[in-house]
């Protein structure tokens, strides 16, 4: 290829060459690089090492992944004039002058937020367009032209139209200024984002953190951070995005996952499941496990050598009593006691003329005298042998949860068949929750750095203080959509959320652009709104392919719909097959019969495997180039309430990216209609 030195895309592609021959000179750099001499210790060495391979996989260069995808150039008055390429990592010259600047650093945020109205000191914003890994195309906006005019970027466009195959991807290149500003926003506050469907709350929630662990690495490399979703068909799904970003330490769980203390094998009907996610029952469980702490009641001796310390009953009382008034954790109090028991007796010794030292109080505290009465006063307490009791012993309830819960929820908390021991319960994933609790309340949680809660809507109160004591000193990036709660627990408003999560000062922001849904589609999914979740806004699609949306009644329904499946596989993309999750095996029956394979949510989609059969109930979160929607009134059908119905149905209608295709033979929900 001749490089024409006027040509602006082979200057541009001479930059590209030149940033890729740098990174690769970088990486030879961290390859050359002899420890041997550095450090004599073999546990050092290894541990070097591995930050060098690291190293080395975080410079590699990806034949698909651009390195570049904007330029930047300032105002003579600002930064000199210059010019930077924005990229997902910074490059640098044998010199060390950047090459390539990271999307995180300052410099780079005029990219995202720059405007006509606000030039922030750029005169030129170009975008590049890449087809494989090729430097195809660029994209100019002059800010401070008036001349010029305001025109919607054609690769934005092209972007949020690719087909969607395989995992998600990241969005580096094309994050709009209110995504921006929830990405950038400081690491010491909780940030609480609403937004419909497709608004693109995960993508700016996964770039928060990558963000976050750019401005803030060496405090969140010892704290940690966490990314929590609702299933690990979804987590599957997004896992990719950070590791793209060059990120590779966050973790990701479940809620269950964090409270998995039992095993799980019970399933608890909507009623009780609600009592055992109500706030309420935090009270209950610190009552209960306060109850094990009793007063003293006869006097404590202890003798060393020939003499005898007495200390009386009241003194004991009185030292129990104030550790039961301080608010610290049953275990940290329990730990506690014999110390303030043993100083009561130094104090003694003192007054007898006697000159004790530490030493002394610590061979006290652990004197069998006083041994015995911590074992009688505060005894340890097992959390999950507490929430059995609970659960089985109606008086034991009864005397905790009076003034808290009403009889008919005590009794709906009750089991029926009271299990024999810890390990034999059938434990339910809500009981899981309150055991973490009572664990809590005996021993502190660890905190995290940050924390981010994808599709937080379905949380109840209890699992929002599960995920909050993993984040009391750090802070969290809630993510949901009021309107897609599907549980029976399902959040109302934010600030309740917010309140039990522990962080009632989060900002709440909106997003409202919808990146995902056609125009046509999200229409007819919003006629949902007012009958599920009056008062929130529709989501305006930002897309301009306007999509197809068709509805077909049929009479023989598992046949028109392996029909549509074969219809939208002739196109490229991925399918979603979406369906009650009682009509999964007919339908999974059908496509066997008609010789069409298909993977289930969370098995990653390639060019070869593109249709999944996805359950309503796995919907969330999830995307689908083309989605073939089997029956809606079954969807609706299969939840035990109306409006958990029609949000399940909300939910699927709004998973398509580029056309929903809706086959039915009961009549449409009227909804709908
Ligand atoms: N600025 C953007 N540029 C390009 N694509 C975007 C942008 N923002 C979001 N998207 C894309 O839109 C789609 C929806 O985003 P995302 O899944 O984050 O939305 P969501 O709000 O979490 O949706 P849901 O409520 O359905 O879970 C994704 O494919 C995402 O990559």
């Keep these: 290829m001749s490089v024409s030195a006027t ?84 490059v640098h010259d044998a010199a060390g002058d950047p090459m390539v600047i990271d999307w995180r650093a300052p410099v780079s945020q005029p990219f995202y937020r720059a405007s006509r109205k606000d030039p922030q000191d750029v005169r030129l914003r170009r975008r590049f367009g890449y087809t494989g890994g090729e430097l195809t195309a660029y994209e100019d906006e002059h800010l401070t032209d008036p001349s010029e005019a305001e025109r919607t970027s054609k690769l ?3 972007e949020i139209e690719r087909p969607r195959v395989g995992p998600m991807r990241d969005i580096v290149a094309t994050i709009q200024p209110e995504q921006d500003a ?6 010491s506050g909780t940030v609480c984002v609403q937004g419909g469907p497709g608004t693109g709350k995960t993508a700016v929630g996964l770039h928060r953190v990558a963000y976050l662990l750019y401005a803030h690495r060496e405090r969140l490399a010892r704290t940690g951070t966490l990314v929590i979703g609702p299933n690990r068909s979804f987590l599957h799904y997004i896992e990719q995005v950070l590791p793209a970003l060059g990120e590779l330490e966050v973790q990701q769980a479940t809620v269950d996952d964090l409270v998995a203390h039992v095993e799980v094998r019970g399933e608890d ?59 610290i954790r049953y275990g940290a109090a329990r730990d506690a006691l014999p110390q303030r028991i043993a100083h009561t007796v130094l104090v003694r010794m003192e007054q007898a003329g006697e000159a004790p030292d ?4 610590d ?9 015995a009465v911590v074992k009688e006063c505060w005894p340890q307490v097992d959390p999950a042998k507490l929430v059995l009791r609970l659960l089985s012993d109606a008086d034991f309830l009864a005397e905790h949860a009076a003034g808290i819960l009403t009889d008919d929820e005590q009794r709906l908390l009750l089991w029926t068949k009271p299990p024999r021991s810890v390990k034999s319960a059938k434990w339910s994933a809500a009981d899981a929750v309150l055991i973490d609790e009572a664990k809590d309340l005996v021993e502190r949680t660890h905190s995290l750095g940050h924390v981010v809660l994808d599709e937080a809507q379905d949380l109840s109160p209890m699992q929002y203080r599960a995920v909050g004591r993993r984040c009391t000193t750090g802070s969290a990036t809630v993510l949901g959509d009021l309107a897609q709660g599907t ?21 709440v922001e909106e997003l409202t652009a919808g990146f995902r849904v056609p125009k046509e589609v999200i ?7 007012p009958h599920m979740s009056p008062g929130l806004a529709e989501v305006r699609s930002v897309r301009e392919n306007p999509g197809s949306l068709t509805i077909r009644h049929s009479t023989s329904l598992d046949e028109d719909v392996v029909a549509a499946c074969r219809e939208a596989l002739a196109r490229e993309g991925s399918i979603g097959l979406i369906a009650a999750d009682t009509r999964v095996a007919a339908l999974a029956k059908a496509l066997e019969a008609a010789g069409l394979p298909y993977l289930s949510p969370g098995e990653e989609t390639t060019a070869d495997a593109r249709l999944t059969l996805v359950p309503a109930s796995l919907a969330k979160g999830l995307e689908y180039d083309y989605v073939v929607l089997d029956d809606p009134s079954a969807v609706v059908a299969a939840e035990p309430d109306e409006r958990t119905g029609l949000r399940r149905l909300y939910v699927a209608l709004t998973r398509a990216v580029s056309g929903l295709t809706i086959v039915h033979d009961a009549p449409l929900p009227e909804q709908l209609t």
Excluded: C
């Excluded at 929830?182 to 690491?187: F, K, M, Y």
């Excluded at 909507?270 to 996610?277: D, F, I, P, Y």
């Excluded at 229409?523 to 709104?529: E, P, T």
């Design 7 to 90: 040509d602006p895309l082979d200057r541009e592609r001479a930059h590209l060459t030149a940033s890729r021959a740098a990174l690769r000179a970088m990486r030879e750099d961290v390859e050359a690089l002899d420890i041997k001499d550095v450090t004599a210790n073999w546990v050092n060495s290894l541990v070097l090492q591995r930050q060098i391979d690291d190293r080395i996989k975080a410079l590699a260069d990806l034949a698909h992944t651009p390195l570049f995808f904007g330029r930047l150039d300032y105002l003579p008055p600002t930064q000199h004039g210059q010019r930077f390429y924005i990229g997902r990592r910074h």
């Design 156 to 158: 934005l466009q092209a």
């Design 182 to 187: 929830i990405v950038r926003s400081g690491l």
């Design 269 to 327: 009907p909507a009623a009780t499941a609600v009592v055992k996610g109500d706030a309420r029952m935090a009270q209950v469980l610190r009552r209960a496990l306060r109850s094990h702490v009793t007063l003293p009641t006869e006097p404590l001796m202890v003798v060393r050598g020939s003499r005898r310390w007495r200390v009386p009953a009241y003194e004991l009382e009185e030292i129990v009593r104030e550790l039961l008034d301080r608010d």
């Design 358 to 361: 530490d030493r002394v109080q």
């Design 363 to 371: 061979a006290v505290a652990r004197n069998a005298a006083v041994k």
């Design 487 to 507: 549980t029976p627990w399902a959040t109302e408003s934010w600030t309740q959320a917010l309140g039990h999560l522990g962080k009632p000062d989060a900002a």
């Design 523 to 529: 229409a007819y999914a919003s006629r949902l709104l």
